[in-house]
């Protein structure tokens, strides 16, 4: 989640700098990270790294490794 606030951050910043508006910037935002949730919650690795957080969370990484 961080990352996309950064990846927003620095768009925005850029957009500034070439003077844009702020509601054309509020578009542009918007459709950007649009896109980046959408790419993101395609990645296998980030659903892979989302179960591993919420195995550690429960306890759940803790009983599979004491069975082994």
């Known amino acids: ?3 996309k606030c ?3 951050e620095n768009t925005n910043a850029e957009l500034i700098n070439e003077g ?3 509601q054309y910037r509020l578009i ?3 459709e950007s ?3 980046q949730i959408a790419i993101l919650e395609k990645n296998k690795g980030i659903k892979e790294l989302e179960n591993l957080q919420e195995k550690v969370r429960t306890g759940e990484l803790l009983k599979l490794k004491e069975i082994n």
Do not use: E, G, H, T
């Open 1 to 3: 989640m961080f990352l």
């Open 28 to 30: 542009k935002l918007n």
């Open 6 to 8: 950064d990846n927003i």
């Open 20 to 22: 844009l508006s702020q």
């Open 33 to 35: 990270a649009k896109s």
